[in-house]
């Protein structure tokens, strides 16, 4: 209960302010008060369930998405939850506003929220110095370290056709620093960027990436894995092609799904019709649903992390059962606190 009381009471509080204030305001507590006494208002034992996946170790199997620390402020804060693995990010090469704002937007009837953020971050520079701050690997404590996935994407300022130049230059800057890297062409709110999702400029992306990081290997003596985040709003044709093309590059995971552009389950609510893309409770049967596709077109042994509309212990096991290896939340921590995170992973641990 300890981890449930203190988000209980700050909930209404942080649901009164406007969405993204919450949010900035939370990432600054969490940035103040990690790595120091007050983290255990927030902090938990870590559930130990280890399962390997593309050479990895992963403590749990309960993960905290990209989006929710985009700088990579507070990877100590997450860590000290419970996580098995957090992902930061997304960052792209120079620092971007993102989009105008009012840019988030609540749903509370259906557990859901939506985004236009748009990539906003500090730039590559500023998140590798945040990262090689954080004492997560240090603090294990004799335990596995929690992993550390970093997301990257390219600006918007970029054309679409010199995209993989974006993604070439934030491979190379957390490369040494990350456990897995997650390329990120799924994001609804950057114009142009799912098309990187389709046969031919996924091919080409996906290509080159599996080249440069063959040199990095070669130069660093250590082989980080890749892992492709697409988005849930694919047919199943689009997802055996997607699937197809990651063997062929040698992608060691996918990541499913990123956000929705469909509103049919938010219809007639208020914030429904606004651009950007929805996450929540609303996703989860589509992320599931790409899953299942997923799985049955790569085969037992490829792995796959489930995101979208985990919600509670049933929602992760929801997504094991569809085909996922582990799963990351996000959403679900804003409107169930971090209590979820040792919920969920306890759950999965029972099997």
């Given at each position: 209960m300890s981890l449930m009381l203190p988000y209980a009471f700050a909930r209404p509080f942080l649901f009164g302010l406007d969405p993204e204030h919450a949010h900035e305001l939370t990432i600054a507590g969490l940035e103040r008060t990690q790595n120091t006494p007050l983290a255990c208002v927030y902090g938990g034992s870590r559930v130990e369930d280890p399962?390997?996946?593309?050479g990895l170790k992963f403590p749990n199997k309960v993960g905290l998405a990209a989006g929710l620390d985009k700088n990579a402020r507070c990877i100590d804060g997450f860590a000290s939850m419970g996580f098995g693995f957090v992902e930061v990010g997304t960052v792209t090469p120079k620092a971007q506003p993102g989009?105008?704002?009012?840019?988030?937007?609540?749903?509370?009837?259906?557990?859901?929220?939506?985004?236009?953020?748009?990539?906003?971050?500090?730039g590559l520079d500023a998140f590798l110095a945040n990262v090689q701050r954080a004492r997560f690997r240090k603090n294990a404590g004799g335990k596995a370290p929690m992993l550390l996935g970093l997301n990257i994407g390219k600006n918007a300022a970029t054309p679409i056709e010199r995209a993989t130049d974006d993604y070439l230059q934030c491979?190379?800057?957390?490369?040494?620093?990350?456990?897995?890297?997650?390329?990120?062409?799924?994001?609804?709110?950057?114009?142009?960027?799912?098309?990187?999702?389709?046969?031919e400029a996924l091919d080409s992306l996906l290509g080159t990436l599996a080249e440069r990081r063959k040199s990095l290997a070669a130069q660093q003596g250590r082989q980080v894995p890749m892992f492709v985040k697409i988005a849930p709003d694919l047919d199943e044709s689009q997802v055996s092609v997607i699937a197809a093309t990651l063997k062929r590059h040698g992608m060691d995971g996918v990541i499913a799904t990123n956000t929705t552009l469909s509103r049919e389950a938010v219809a007639g609510l208020p914030h429904a019709n606004e651009a950007g893309g929805l996450s929540g409770a609303p996703v989860r049967e589509a992320s599931n649903r790409v899953i299942a596709q997923l799985r049955g077109a790569l085969g037992k042994a490829f792995p796959i992390i489930g995101v979208?509309?985990?919600m509670s212990a049933a929602d992760a096991k929801a997504k094991i059962a569809a085909g996922a290896d582990v799963v990351q939340i996000y959403t679900g921590l804003i409107y169930r606190g971090p209590g979820l995170v040792r919920e969920a992973a306890s759950a999965l641990k029972r099997g």
């Open positions: 399962v390997t996946l593309a989009n105008p704002k009012p840019r988030m937007f609540r749903l509370p009837q259906r557990d859901a929220l939506i985004n236009r953020l748009g990539f906003n971050n500090d491979l190379e800057g957390v490369y040494p620093h990350a456990d897995y890297v997650t390329i990120n062409i799924s994001s609804p709110n950057t114009a142009n960027l799912r098309t990187l999702q389709s046969d979208g509309g985990v």
